[in-house]
């Protein structure tokens, strides 16, 4: 894999600087710039707060110098490389808070293997998103990624990450029949909460993120007061803030009572009174509302996701998502006419909350929700930002909104901000956003802490990798984020760990199962089986005990499909039973008769103990052979 060039003078550099002027000036007196800076002379700067004709000054890595003034005030560089960005716009890197870094933007039947997380980064750079919050992702490999981009290891924007979610067992997202992962932590009671912050704070979450979510028309577990009161108090003894994703006005009480005071979202479900929000507005709280991922959601199932017919959108996006947003297949539980009126009502509901809660003064940040289903990354915050004008919140504040406000709520005063000692994380686009916000969309040339990228390079066909030096010989059971980075004789899981090689279920040790496609160029990765009992069945959260061979067995996804009833689209059955031939779900039993319970009757039990590599079998109808 190639590294980023981002200019040919420079291809022995990671981060190259080349910084050619789009329109030189043969710099001279001393009124600003330096030696080794870059000028941007001309337009009209954007720096967080307010908008007017100035000059802005990089040295390094900071801004140094912001001199504001039009054509009446003579500016020149002493120094450096000047760039003639008249009718155009300078603004500090737009920060999206709220990704999804590892969720691909498809139909929610949509599931290719890969990790998009590189295709994800060079998207959201190439759209000028300079930092950004993960709100879930899988947390070993967010936190690989964030302490590799912290090192300087990979070009990418700033990240905080919160890691897991903390939700009650079958809460959102982590339903009833779900496997144990490390995407959720459950939390039932308020004894809960001590053990989840001992297992996570080692790994220095930015925030920590809770669901409070009744799931509207099929209800589902909701944590209770003293849990989310719990949560709050270990969070602030460990100075961690808390934010709370919420779908109806009751969750915004909850979490307020406790002291909650940051909102993933505005709520869907139902309306903010006006009191309500003057609550917020009193207690200081902060509303990321996701405009774009209700839009999302909703041009998808209506078919208008029109981007979808412009070639360009191939530089961003992953072709298998974009075909699959275009398979009607993949679509269909999405366009139902029921789904429909429930995408409709959402969208509406949360357009009235956020004018509820601006009306009444309450702070909005802009988060896009990326990775939903129509929600690209990168270029979901430019529409979350014209919506929120759309909605009746003035230019200035939406542009706030994704720079300042947001650097506020992840207290990083030198983030979202153009000014003397800020981090030089600019944004150049062509025209005035405050305007007209699809000007966002033009964008001339992106800086990363005072580096000039080449969004060329980035573009995803391209196949540039955003990593300084390739990793390799990365351990057994060490996270990988590709293919080629664990050592030999090793493949990257389908969990991204590196683990053994394999071809055949011989290849792995006992236990283990060969999974084929595992990451790597030679074959398949061996994946322990965590040695759930085929026959008690008491995989945490429903889920279901399923053999993989090898004497390998799993907590893995249930549905609702038991003996002869068909498997769902994912091939998983009730607990108990597992998909067969022809689609269908059959019953576990012991060819022994040693547990539980026999085939019912005009069933015979067949041995599959060679093939799971411990006594197990399925009944099938007696006739079959």
């Given at each position: ?23 030189p000036s043969t710099p001279s ?384 005063p030198d983030l979202g901000r ?153 091939y998983a059955c009730a607990p ?50």
């Amino acid at each position: 894999m190639g590294r980023l060039a981002l200019c040919a003078l420079a291809a022995s550099t990671w981060l190259a600087g080349c910084r050619v002027a789009e329109s030189p000036s043969t710099p001279s007196a001393t009124d600003v710039g330096c030696a080794g800076c870059t000028v941007l002379k001309g337009g009209t700067v954007f720096d967080g707060t307010r908008a007017a004709r100035a000059t802005v000054v990089i040295e390094g890595d900071r801004v140094k110098q912001v001199v504001w003034g039009g054509a009446e005030l003579r500016v020149e560089a002493g120094g450096g490389e000047v760039v003639d960005v008249a009718g155009k716009t300078v603004l500090p890197g737009l920060i999206d808070l709220h990704v999804h870094s590892l969720s691909v933007a498809g139909p929610y039947a949509y599931y290719d293997g890969d990790l998009h997380l590189e295709d994800h980064t060079k998207a959201m750079l190439r759209a000028g998103v300079t930092s950004y919050l993960d709100l879930g992702s899988s947390q070993h490999v967010i936190f690989e990624q964030r302490s590799r981009i912290n090192a300087g290891d990979i070009l990418a924007p700033q990240l905080f990450a919160a890691g897991p979610l903390l939700t009650p067992t079958g809460g959102h997202p982590c339903y009833h029949g779900s496997p144990p992962t490390d995407f959720c932590v459950f939390i039932d009671s308020p004894a809960d909460v001590a053990g989840a912050f001992e297992a996570l704070l080692p790994r220095a979450p930015d925030v920590v993120k809770i669901v409070l979510e009744s799931g509207g028309t099929q209800r589902l577990p909701h944590l209770s007061p003293p849990s989310v009161a719990a949560i709050k108090a270990a969070a602030a003894s460990a100075g961690v803030r808390v934010i709370a994703h919420v779908a109806e006005a009751a969750d915004i009480e909850m979490a307020l009572d406790a002291g909650v005071t940051l909102f993933a979202h505005v709520p869907d479900e139902d309306r903010i009174s006006p009191e309500l929000a003057q609550r917020m507005a009193a207690a200081g709280a902060v509303v990321v509302p996701t405009l774009s991922m209700k839009d999302g959601l909703y041009r998808t199932v209506h078919g208008t996701l029109t981007e979808l017919d412009d070639p360009a959108l191939a530089d961003d996006v992953p072709a298998g998502v974009i075909a699959a947003l275009q398979d009607p297949a993949l679509l269909a539980e999405l366009r139902t006419a029921r789904y429909r009126e429930l995408v409709k009502a959402w969208r509406e509901q949360g357009i009235a909350n956020l004018k509820t809660c601006y009306q009444a003064g309450v702070t909005i940040a802009a988060g896009s929700d990326a990775g939903n289903p129509g929600v690209f990354h990168g270029l979901s915050l430019r529409r979350e930002i014209a919506l929120l004008v759309d909605a009746g919140v003035p230019p200035l504040e939406a542009l706030a909104a994704a720079t300042r406000r947001a650097a506020d709520v992840l207290g990083r005063p030198d983030l979202g901000r153009i000014e003397p000692g800020a981090l030089a994380d600019v944004l150049v686009v062509d025209g005035d956003p405050l305007a007209d916000a699809r000007a966002l969309g033009r964008v001339s040339r992106v800086y990363k802490s005072g580096v000039l990228l080449d969004r060329e390079a980035l573009a995803l066909p391209r196949k540039t990798s955003l990593a300084r030096e390739p990793r390799t010989g990365v351990g057994l059971g060490e996270t990988c984020l590709a293919a080629s980075e664990c050592a030999p004789a090793r493949s990257c899981s389908p969990a991204q760990v590196c683990a053994a090689t394999c071809g055949a279920p011989s290849d792995c040790a006992p236990g283990s199962a060969c999974f084929l496609g595992g990451g790597s160029f030679s074959g398949g990765a061996c994946v322990d089986g965590d040695g759930c009992d085929l026959f008690a069945q008491e995989c945490e959260n429903g889920a279901a005990c399923v053999f993989w061979g090898n004497g390998s067995t799993s907590c893995w996804y249930a549905a609702e499909g038991s003996d002869g009833q068909p498997c769902d689209a994912s091939y998983a059955c009730a607990p108990g039973s597992v998909c067969g031939p022809s689609n269908t779900c059959r019953a576990l039993c012991d060819p022994r008769g040693e547990r539980g319970e026999p085939c019912p009757g005009g069933e015979r039990c067949v041995d599959h103990t060679a093939i799971a590599g411990l006594p197990v079998g399925t009944c099938e109808p007696s006739d079959r052979r």
